[in-house]
Structures are given as C-alpha cells and as structure tokens.
C-alpha cells in the first residue's frame, strides 16, 4: 500500500468541514465520515505501528529463553508481551478504518507491508536487550506520546496506554543498562558494543528531516502528524544522550555536539539509503525474521481453521 | 519467618522435602522456559498475550519455591536456578519436551496443570510452613492455566478435520511423560508416613487420571494406555534438556558473579 | 479478499464478517441498516466483524463494569478466557463481561448536539448554590445524624 488507490473525489464541503473540525481540536472518532485520502494516511500510519510491534517482538524474544537472572526472564517476557499486546490494540483501531486484522497479517506476513527500521536489525548479546529497551523504546516513546494528540480518537486513546506501559520498559531497560554499565569491564565493553551498533539504525528511526510538502502540510493540518522528524529526533536525543554520559560511556557519533546559541544537536549526517533499502524490507534480518513469521503462520495455518470452523458453528449462539 | 526447612528438625526429612521442593521449582522453571518460547509465536495475539502471562507465572512460583531452599542454605537463587549440572535437576521429562506444533502445547498445559493443583493442594495440606500457605494462594493462577488450556482443547480437539487427529498424536506422545510425573523416590515414602503429604504417589497419580479424563474423553479423545516413562526425578533427563539448559544459563555462566 | 462493504454513506464500513454477507449499501434490512431521524443519522450498529468483543472489567465488586476494549475470539468463553490476560495485567479486576461488538449500538456523532441542554436545568441540581446552603441551614441539615449516612 505504498500510493492511494485512485477513489470518488470527496464531497469538498465535507471535506472543508472536516478539516475545520481537526484544526480547531476536534477529535474525530470510529465510523465518522473520512477523507479517502485522510482514511488512507491513518490507516498507513497505524498499520505500520501494528506491524512494527509484533515484529519488534522478534530481536527481543531470542533474550527471553537466555535471560540471565529469573528476575530478568521474568520481566523481558512482560516486556515483550506488552509489545505483542499494543500490536492487538493497533490492529483493532486499523480496523476501524476498514482492514480486517487477517488482511494486514497476511500482508505482514507475505513481505508486503512496512515496519519500522529498526527492527531489521540483530539483537547479538544481552546487552542489545538494554539499548533496545533504553533508547529504542525511548526513541518510539517521543512519537507515540506526541501523537497523543492526534486527530483519530481510537488511535490517541490506545496511544496513551501504550505510553503508560512504555514507561516501565524505559524503566526495566534503565535497570538492566545501570547493571552493565557499573558491572565488570566484560559487561561494560558489551554495552558500548552494543550501543555502537544500534546508534545509526536509533537515528534513522525518525525518518529524514521533513521536506517541505503540501502533503507534510496536509498531514500536520489533520493531526496525523502532530511533530516533524526532526523535533521529535532533537527531543529523543536531549533526553538520552545525557544519559550515556552520566555512565561514562561513549556516544558513537564523534561528530554529536550540543549547540548552545541553537538549543539543539549538530549529528553526523547518516546516510539515507541504508533506511530507504532496510525499510523497503533489505535489513540484514529482514528476510530471516520475515520467514520465521511465515514458518509460524504456516504452522498455525490449522489452527486457525479449527477456530473459524467452531467460529461458524457457534455464529448464532445468543443472538437475540 | 523463618523458612519452611529450617523449620522441620529430623535432618532425613528436611532433606525429603527439599527434594519435593526443588522438583516443584525444577518442574515450574522448565514448564515456565518452554511456555515463554511462545512469546510471539502465539496463534493468535490475544492467545501469545496470555500463554506469555502462564509462562511468567510458572517462573514466579520456581522463585517461590526455589526462595525456600536459597533462603535457608544461604544460597543465590540465581545460582540455584541456573548453576547445576543436568543430573541436578528434578523435573519431569514432559516439561523439557521442545514445544512443537500449538496442540502439544495445550494438551501438556492440560496434564501438567491437573497434576500440579494436585500438588500444590497436598503442599497446602501439609502444615509445613511457609510453604502450606503459599501452595495455597498459587492454585488461584493454576485454576486460570487450566482454564486456558481446557478452553483451548475443546476448540481444537472438537473442531474442524485436523484437530482430533493431531490432538490425539499430541496426547499420545505426552502421555508415558505425564506418567513421569509421579515418578517415585525414597523421599515420597517418607513423606507419607511423616503424614506430611497425605496421599501416595500411585493414589496421587489415580486422583489426576480421574480428573483429566472427563476434560480428554469430553474432547473426544481417547486416554492412551502406555505405561511411564521415567528417569526425570532420579535427574535423569533426555537430550532436550541439555539443549534447554545451555541455552537458558548461556548468558548466566559468561559471568556467575556478575549482577546481571 | 477485498471487503466492499460500504455504509449508507457510502463510506467503507468497518471490516465486516467473514461468514454473514453484508447488507447491500441502502438495504432497508431493520436490524443492521443506521438510523435517520430529521436532523440527519442519530443510530448506528457499531461496526465489526463477526468475532470481535468488547470487554468490560470491573475493578471492585462495589464498581460497574467498564469498557476496557476488544478482542478477537470465536466464542464468549474464549473471549473471557483472553480478556483476563489481554486487560488486567495491571488493573485490578474482580468480573468480566464481554460481548459481541456487532450487538452494539451507537449514537451518531450527528446526535452529540441532542445531548447539549438548550435550556437552562439547573431544577435538576436543586437550585441554585445559594439555595441550596440556605435549605441545609435549615432544620433539615439540623437533624442529621451520623448513622442516617
């Protein structure tokens, strides 16, 4: 679903009261009239947070059967189920726009559809547990929490329960990145390690600064985009680079510098193209973590039926 | 207060119920590893949320009863858990069984779920304390993972043209391993007659064939009548558990004393 | 599988039931058809497909059940089996309710403006603030007694 299928141009008068009502605060709610092209953005937008939960699960779960403490094991499989759990949440609210939850599996399944960058890439050691925890959950949690205020209701309402349960993965990620960064030397060169790693995939995770577009216009004018990509980068880095430095440890970009007079960060430029190629699906565990979710869904293929088939034989129970 | 083996003064049967208590703690740890694989890999997201929730409830009640022994031998619970040879586990071979296809799964949450509020019922009824106490508020999660699992079941097993099929295989192979759950050792006859647990392990094992037959028959099912297979008690386990160990203690061994 | 089910305004309907044809937009079919009264739509059936359910926890036996949001399960048992882990994880939770969400019905948004009072209700809040100190300075607040609480 990469460009909006040609539809029936939208009754403009509608379309003028539409966009009336979001500018002036209103939130729009489930089965009130859209524009197509308003309908479309949302649904993209959702699905791909959808999607992005229930692949994200994937680098962090392959810490859970390793996880070195009970208490650790015990909290990672919270963790990860409350990642599965916000992919439920999102799906239902996709569903409001008109996808059924079955469609858009299939898609994510079938390589068809697009989730975040950073999950295309290995999680190699207990450390990268930590920085996924601290900085990746961090970076999502400045776009999540802003988009709060989005214009669709069921999207910001589900927004504010993600936020609610990713602050005690913030939490739980800053007790496991405190443990490494003040225990032994090993553990310390396993977090700088693993930090160096995930920095650039972190910074791409925000996208390129916005270009100015009559569609980002559009996008900010409906709330479907409530900051640019670079606002909400500048804010994620003022509030964790700081946090790398408390611990002595390193921030991989040697050009990052705090610029006083401009109250923001000067970066090392990334390069563009690796988020272009990973996020159209040429990360180097794209492929691999998409084939285990098609070995599973193909496994489940029977299961599923059995459910449709009870499904079906119980349609009419208590209907009035 | 105190621990529930610094409490019991013959030295023969502290030592027979920190056997009973690491068995529980073994078998829970190993049933709680293996239901936590299925964190993502559910067949439903709403069935991963909550097989993730049981998984993480079997590991809360290792850490209860594995507290008992750390607390009492001054020992790091972690260390417990995670730093014995495979001989020195006392967990049942049904529980390291690799996961395999969803109905597997479902009908070992259905055996081990019956086999173990018997258990925790007769820890309740022990007096031992802590432990009494604690069995007892544990069987209120148990009674939802066998809510699950049943609920699970009769949706597969009555369901469409695969289901009965491949639960039926499903049964059959857990089944000589549910067995083994009842596994006997000294430790069982002593308890006994201590009139610490007030059933023996062949009553013990009737009382949960009674239970799970309505729930297995109900689905269509057919009981199988293969005998025991053991070894689990005795720390004797099959190749999964080496494979399972390795990988859950991979991290943990890079560094014991480390804080994690 | 394209869903083409489009709703009396002809704007797609939330994704519908995989096993019941929807209604053809315009339908005069009464149980599933919205509702126009003068001022334009004022009902709806809320939308979803076949195994969606809304959940309902009630945090405390003395509290009312509230609608904690959905989830996809082919029965009612399964959907409380899956409501429980799914919507209190964290919340306290002493009883469930579930039911179908294609059983619910809404007021349209259309409708907000009939729940706006046009004229002034204050009849139903005992008068005004001044009024009301001055009838519980009387002798009804004078024999109050703790145990009438």
Same mark, same amino acid.
């Given at each position: 679903?990469?460009?909006?299928?040609?539809?029936?141009?939208?009754?403009?008068?509608?379309?003028?009261?539409?966009?009336?009502?979001?500018?002036?605060?209103?939130?729009? /709610?489930?089965?009130?009239?859209?524009? %197509?092209?308003?309908?479309?953005?949302?649904?993209?937008?959702?699905?791909?947070?959808?999607?992005?939960?229930?692949?994200?699960?994937?680098?962090?779960?392959?810490?859970?059967?390793?996880?070195?403490?009970?208490?650790?094991?015990?909290?990672?499989?919270?963790?990860?189920?409350?990642?599965?759990?916000?992919?439920?949440?999102?799906?239902?609210?996709?569903?409001?726009?008109?996808?059924?939850?079955?469609?858009?599996? %299939?898609?994510?399944? %079938?390589?068809?559809?697009?989730?975040?960058?950073?999950?295309?890439?290995?999680?190699?050691?207990?450390?990268?547990?930590?920085?996924?925890?601290?900085?990746?959950?961090?970076?999502?949690?400045?776009?999540?929490?802003?988009?709060?205020?989005?214009?669709?209701?069921?999207?910001?309402?589900?927004?504010?329960?993600?936020?609610?349960?990713?602050?005690?993965?913030?939490?739980?990620?800053?007790?496991?990145?405190?443990?490494?960064?003040?225990?032994?030397?090993?553990?310390?060169?396993?977090?700088?390690?693993?930090?160096?790693?995930?920095?650039?995939?972190?910074?791409?995770?925000?996208?390129?600064?916005?270009?100015?577009?009559?569609?980002?216009?559009?996008?900010?004018?409906?709330?479907?985009?409530?900051?640019?990509?670079?606002?909400?980068?500048?804010?994620?880095?003022?509030?964790?680079?700081?946090?790398?430095? /408390?611990?002595?440890?390193?921030?991989?970009?040697?050009?990052?510098?705090?610029?006083?007079?401009?109250?923001?960060?000067?970066?090392?430029?990334?390069?563009?193209?690796?988020?272009?190629?990973?996020?159209?699906?040429?990360?180097?565990?794209?492929?691999?973590?998409?084939?285990?979710?098609?070995?599973?869904?193909?496994?489940?293929?029977?299961?599923?039926?059995?459910?449709?088939?009870?499904?079906?034989?119980?349609?009419?129970?208590?209907?009035? | 207060?105190?621990?529930?083996?610094?409490?019991?003064?013959?030295?023969? !049967?502290?030592?027979?119920?920190?056997?009973?208590?690491?068995?529980?703690?073994?078998?829970?740890?190993?049933?709680? *590893?293996? *239901?936590?694989?299925?964190?993502?890999?559910?067949? $439903?997201?709403?069935?991963?949320?909550?097989?993730?929730?049981?998984?993480?409830?079997?590991?809360?009640?290792?850490?209860?009863?594995?507290?008992?022994?750390?607390? $009492?031998?001054?020992?790091?619970?972690?260390? !417990?858990?995670?730093?014995?040879?495979?001989?020195?586990?006392?967990?049942?071979?049904?529980?390291?069984?690799?996961?395999?296809?969803?109905?597997?799964?479902?009908?070992?949450?259905?055996?081990?779920?019956?086999?173990?509020?018997?258990?925790?019922?007769?820890?309740?009824?022990?007096?031992?304390?802590?432990?009494?106490?604690?069995?007892?508020?544990?069987?209120?999660?148990?009674?939802?993972?066998?809510?699950?699992?049943?609920?699970?079941?009769?949706?597969?097993?009555?369901?469409?043209?695969?289901?009965?099929?491949?639960?039926?295989?499903?049964?059959?192979?857990?089944?000589?391993?549910?067995?083994?759950?009842?596994?006997?050792?000294?430790?069982?006859?002593?308890?006994?007659?201590?009139?610490?647990?007030?059933?023996?392990?062949?009553?013990?094992?009737?009382?949960?064939?009674?239970?799970?037959?309505?729930?297995?028959?109900?689905?269509? !099912?057919?009981?199988?009548?293969?005998?025991?297979?053991?070894?689990?008690?005795?720390?004797? *386990?099959?190749?999964?558990?080496?494979?399972?160990? $390795?990988?859950?203690?991979?991290?943990?061994?890079?560094?014991?004393?480390?804080?994690? | 599988?394209?869903?083409?089910?489009?709703?009396?305004?002809?704007?797609?309907?939330?994704?519908?039931?995989?096993?019941?044809?929807?209604?053809?937009?315009?339908?005069?079919?009464?149980?599933?058809?919205?509702?126009?009264?003068?001022?334009?739509?004022?009902?709806?059936?809320?939308?979803?497909?076949?195994?969606?359910?809304?959940?309902?926890?009630?945090?405390?036996?003395?509290?009312?059940?509230?609608?904690?949001?959905?989830?996809?399960?082919?029965?009612?048992?399964?959907?409380?089996?899956?409501?429980?882990?799914?919507?209190?994880?964290?919340?306290?939770?002493?009883?469930?309710?579930?039911?179908?969400?294609?059983?619910?019905?809404?007021?349209?948004?259309?409708?907000?403006?009939?729940?706006?009072?046009?004229?002034?209700?204050?009849?139903?809040?005992?008068?005004?603030?001044?009024?009301?100190?001055?009838?519980?300075?009387?002798?009804?607040?004078?024999?109050?007694?703790?145990?009438?609480?």
């Amino acid at each position: 679903m990469s460009a909006m299928p040609p539809v029936l141009p939208d009754d403009p008068e509608m379309g003028r009261r539409f966009t009336e009502r979001v500018q002036s605060g209103e939130q729009i /709610e489930a089965g009130e009239w859209l524009p %197509a092209e308003y309908r479309f953005e949302a649904l993209r937008l959702i699905t791909m947070h959808a999607n992005s939960e229930i692949m994200g699960a994937l680098p962090e779960r392959e810490w859970i059967p390793r996880a070195p403490s009970l208490a650790r094991k015990m909290a990672l499989t919270a963790k990860v189920q409350d990642e599965v759990g916000h992919g439920m949440l999102l799906y239902r609210v996709a569903e409001t726009l008109g996808r059924s939850r079955d469609e858009m599996i %299939a898609d994510l399944v %079938a390589g068809r559809a697009r989730f975040h960058n950073v999950f295309h890439y290995p999680a190699e050691t207990w450390a990268d547990v930590a920085i996924i925890q601290v900085f990746v959950d961090g970076a999502a949690m400045q776009t999540q929490g802003a988009l709060r205020s989005c214009s669709y209701a069921p999207y910001s309402r589900v927004l504010k329960r993600i936020c609610y349960e990713e602050d005690f993965h913030i939490q739980l990620g800053l007790d496991v990145w405190r443990s490494l960064a003040e225990g032994t030397p090993r553990q310390r060169a396993m977090l700088q390690d693993a930090l160096r790693r995930w920095w650039t995939p972190i910074i791409h995770f925000f996208g390129m600064p916005d270009r100015v577009s009559p569609h980002t216009e559009k996008m900010l004018a409906w709330r479907i985009k409530v900051k640019s990509n670079e606002e909400l980068r500048q804010q994620f880095l003022r509030r964790f680079v700081p946090v790398i430095l /408390e611990y002595g440890l390193e921030v991989p970009d040697p050009g990052l510098r705090w610029q006083e007079d401009e109250q923001r960060y000067v970066y090392t430029e990334p390069d563009w193209e690796e988020l272009k190629r990973v996020g159209r699906g040429g990360g180097p565990k794209s492929a691999e973590r998409l084939a285990l979710r098609q070995r599973f869904h193909e496994q489940h293929a029977w299961v599923r039926e059995a459910v449709n088939r009870w499904l079906q034989d119980h349609a009419q129970d208590a209907v009035a | 207060m105190p621990g529930v083996l610094t409490a019991i003064a013959d030295p023969t !049967l502290r030592a027979a119920f920190r056997e009973v208590l690491l068995r529980v703690a073994d078998d829970e740890l190993v049933i709680g *590893h293996r *239901h936590s694989e299925w964190t993502g890999f559910g067949p $439903d997201i709403e069935s991963d949320v909550a097989m993730s929730s049981i998984a993480q409830e079997e590991l809360g009640h290792a850490r209860v009863f594995y507290e008992q022994i750390a607390d $009492d031998e001054g020992l790091d619970i972690d260390r !417990l858990a995670f730093g014995r040879t495979p001989g020195e586990y006392r967990h049942a071979a049904l529980l390291e069984r690799e996961n395999g296809g969803w109905e597997f799964s479902i009908v070992r949450l259905v055996l081990y779920e019956a086999f173990e509020t018997g258990r925790l019922r007769l820890l309740a009824a022990s007096g031992q304390q802590p432990i009494a106490g604690l069995a007892e508020t544990l069987t209120r999660e148990e009674r939802y993972h066998l809510l699950f699992a049943e609920t699970w079941l009769t949706r597969l097993a009555r369901g469409a043209a695969e289901g009965p099929g491949r639960v039926q295989r499903a049964l059959d192979a857990a089944w000589p391993d549910a067995l083994g759950l009842f596994e006997t050792t000294p430790a069982d006859a002593l308890l006994v007659a201590q009139g610490v647990i007030a059933s023996t392990p062949s009553a013990q094992r009737a009382a949960w064939e009674a239970a799970v037959r309505p729930s297995l028959e109900g689905c269509g !099912l057919r009981l199988p009548s293969s005998g025991p297979r053991e070894g689990g008690r005795r720390g004797v *386990h099959t190749p999964a558990f080496d494979g399972l160990l $390795d990988q859950m203690t991979e991290v943990w061994r890079s560094d014991p004393e480390a804080r994690w | 599988m394209t869903h083409d089910n489009r709703g009396h305004d002809g704007q797609p309907r939330e994704s519908g039931d995989v096993t019941r044809p929807q209604p053809a937009a315009g339908a005069a079919s009464a149980e599933t058809a919205a509702r126009h009264d003068a001022g334009g739509l004022w009902e709806h059936p809320l939308g979803a497909a076949r195994d969606v359910w809304a959940v309902f926890v009630q945090g405390r036996r003395r509290d009312t059940h509230v609608y904690a949001g959905d989830v996809h399960a082919p029965d009612a048992e399964m959907a409380l089996v899956l409501a429980k882990e799914n919507y209190t994880r964290r919340d306290p939770c002493v009883s469930l309710w579930v039911v179908r969400a294609d059983q619910i019905h809404a007021t349209a948004q259309d409708a907000a403006e009939m729940f706006v009072p046009a004229t002034d209700k204050s009849y139903r809040f005992g008068g005004s603030y001044r009024q009301q100190r001055k009838a519980f300075q009387s002798s009804y607040q004078a024999a109050y007694r703790e145990e009438d609480q």
